[in-house]
């Protein structure tokens, strides 16, 4: 017999191998039902999976989290089988599928077809041909000698067999498809209803350029067909929002993928907008007592060897050489701030001491991995460092977090926060680690900030927060960050005097708010689809004259803006005046004002806003105000 505790704490006793199907059937028939599958002690589990010890038992239904996983990961089988009976089984050769956020995606090796999106409807109705079958599907444990026979006309299971290290691997089964997973799956086939394939692209086995190219089809399933019609139509308006075809559109960057892959070139309109974004970003620093410095972005490697990063970075990292000196560009700000600490002799007194860069890094990505300004080789972090004593970490975190609170507000931006702790690949012993993780465990609790544990994901040199914002379209992306260091001011030797004149070790925190300039840059044009708040607009009124003859003065006149600080600029252009209106609502800039006779008399304004709205008979100084105020208090939505 064994225990089964239930998540409201009462406990069942059952016979040695029940399932979390039987148990789920036990307390009622609704629940076995709805189940998917169970958590058992914080596994995830199949429903037929036997229980052979007393355990701790949480049925996973459709409300639950952990169930898309459950799912997308069966219906990514599913695809698979599809794929085989509609190319044909002697075709195919099956890579990797796993579960990824707000979907699935699976690697297939097929010489004889390239996967196009006219594909995309048969195999979805084979796919739905085999979730009507109901098809049971069944695990079951191999020996790797087994599983190799299983697979024997599949090259990439092979591999992948080769490099379990345990003696056994699990293998799932649907009809005339099987699979290396380690699941959980649905019992079968029938569970899941609706799926949509996304997209089809190029992959490289295992991500190395120097491997095959294989066909990655993306797709995702839903339990409820409303959720799945909710999901396809956020994904074409993202698509309309893509800021790698927006943003050139626009005019605000471009990136020449030959001269300077993964780099970009800002161009007039984003500088204007990125300056926005860094005005908004001293501000706030000073209000929170940062200095801000400036480092070299290129030093000497010895630097880098005391840091840590050759040991754990260096294949990310671009050298130079002269003069028989080797030279490494900064992937990190870190080290060069610890520079700027060690510059003057610190007492107790003097902390916290808080360090601010807009700090330019290059770090080497594969170039299958670029995307945009999502995924460069050279960016700028709002970087800041906080050398403290032990007693001021929660007060400095907590003041972090406020500071998060002020910055993202002015974008509208909700956030939540996901606590990493010690990875694999660390620097220090478990017990400092133990240490820093509970300090930030405590801030976080002691300022109401909700988080999720993110267990093996911190730095080499700490653990840390994340802060996830949400955008506009329910998409999520990691951005802030605050990272808790004991290892690094050891590396450095830094110590401030204590009151007793003695040498003590200070404590640091890595942090980033927008986290790269450049990313945050790319999620903005996403968020808002080109049209940013008018703060942060690059021309923030136009004026368009309706005729040549009224040009000079529309000068003349656009100059009332720009002694204000008001951005203005005038469309002369040879074009009609609703083309030019069209022009400039395409431009995504917020005011317009057509210009003519009316206009140059003196008489009120009719302001037209790029949301094709019109305010009628308008005082020009009352518009004046108006803006100003708006882009002073960095209003979210225009006034008009």
Not at 174 to 183: A, K, M, V
Not at 461 to 475: A, C, E, V
Not at 564 to 585: A, D, L
Request: with cysteine; aromatic share 10%.
């Amino acid at each position: 017999m064994v225990d089964i505790t239930l998540p409201d704490g009462s406990v069942k006793n059952f016979e040695m191998g029940v399932t979390p199907a039987e148990i789920a059937k036990s307390i009622s028939e609704g629940l076995f039902r709805k189940a998917f599958g169970a958590m058992v002690n914080g596994e995830m589990r199949d429903l037929y999976s036997p229980i052979t010890q007393n355990s701790s038992v949480a049925i996973i239904t459709e409300k639950d989290p952990q169930a898309a996983s459950i799912f997308r990961h069966t219906m990514a089988h599913i695809m698979a089988q599809a794929v085989m009976h509609v190319f044909g089984k002697e075709n195919v050769k099956f890579a990797i599928g796993p579960v990824i956020d707000n979907g699935f995606y699976y690697d297939f090796d097929i010489p004889s077809h390239k996967i196009t999106e006219e594909d995309f409807s048969k195999i979805e109705e084979e796919m739905k041909n085999i979730i009507r079958q109901d098809i049971k599907i069944s695990r079951k444990d191999l020996s790797k000698k087994e599983a190799a026979e299983l697979f024997a006309d599949q090259p990439y299971k092979l591999e992948l067999i080769t490099d379990i290290v345990d003696d056994t691997v699990s293998v799932y089964t649907q009809g005339d498809f099987s699979d290396l997973c380690r699941g959980p799956h649905l019992p079968s086939t029938g569970m899941v209803k609706y799926a949509k394939i996304l997209s089809v692209s190029g992959a490289y086995w295992r991500g190395d350029e120097k491997n095959k190219m294989l066909q990655r089809i993306y797709a995702t399933s839903f339990v409820k067909k409303d959720e799945l019609d909710a999901y396809v139509t956020m994904i074409e308006e993202a698509k309309k929002r893509d800021h790698r075809k927006l943003g050139p559109a626009l005019g605000l960057f471009m990136i020449d993928t030959d001269i300077a892959p993964g780099m970009a070139f800002f161009l007039p309109r984003g500088t204007i907008a990125l300056n926005e974004m860094r005005k908004l970003s001293r501000e706030i620093h000073k209000k929170y007592e940062y200095v801000e410095v400036e480092t070299p972005q290129i030093m000497n490697v010895k630097l880098w060897h005391q840091s840590g990063h050759w040991d754990h970075y260096k294949e990310n990292m671009y050298f130079s050489e002269k003069e028989d000196a080797m030279f490494a560009v900064k992937p990190m700000n870190c080290p060069g701030h610890m520079l700027i600490y060690k510059n003057n002799v610190v007492s107790y007194r003097d902390l916290p001491i808080r360090i601010f860069e807009f700090g330019r890094v290059h770090r080497y990505e594969r170039s299958g991995t670029l995307q945009g300004l999502f995924r460069v080789r050279v960016f700028t972090q709002d970087d800041a460092h906080i050398f403290c004593r032990k007693d001021q970490i929660e007060a400095e975190i907590i003041k972090v977090m406020n500071l998060i609170q002020d910055m993202y507000s002015p974008f509208g931006f909700k956030y939540e926060a996901f606590l990493s702790t010690m990875p694999q690949d660390h620097m220090g012993d478990v017990e400092t680690w133990d240490i820093a993780t509970a300090a930030l465990k405590k801030a976080l609790e002691e300022s109401g900030n909700r988080y999720t544990v993110n267990e093996g994901d911190g730095a080499f040199y700490g653990p840390k927060i994340d802060f996830y914002l949400t955008d506009s379209l329910g998409r999520k992306h990691q951005c802030g960050t605050i990272q808790l260091d004991f290892q690094m001011p050891e590396r450095f030797e830094l110590t401030y005097v204590g009151p007793e004149s003695e040498q003590i070790r200070p404590v640091m925190i890595h942090r980033a708010i927008f986290g790269s300039l450049e990313r945050f840059f790319g999620i903005l044009i996403e968020n808002f689809a080109g049209a940013f708040p008018t703060w942060m607009m690059p021309e923030q009124v136009s004026i368009i004259p309706v005729s040549e003859k009224f040009n000079d003065q529309a000068d003349e006149f656009a100059k009332k803006f720009d002694l204000q600080g008001i951005r203005v600029s005038v469309n002369k252009s040879n074009t009609t005046v609703n083309y030019r209106v069209r022009e400039e609502q395409l431009r995504k800039v917020p005011y317009m004002i057509v210009f003519g006779e009316k206009e140059a008399s003196g008489q009120p304004l009719n302001i037209r806003t790029r949301n094709g709205n019109t305010a009628e008979n308008v005082n020009l100084d009352d518009f004046i105000k108006t803006v100003k105020e708006e882009i002073s208090e960095r209003k979210l939505t225009l006034s008009y």
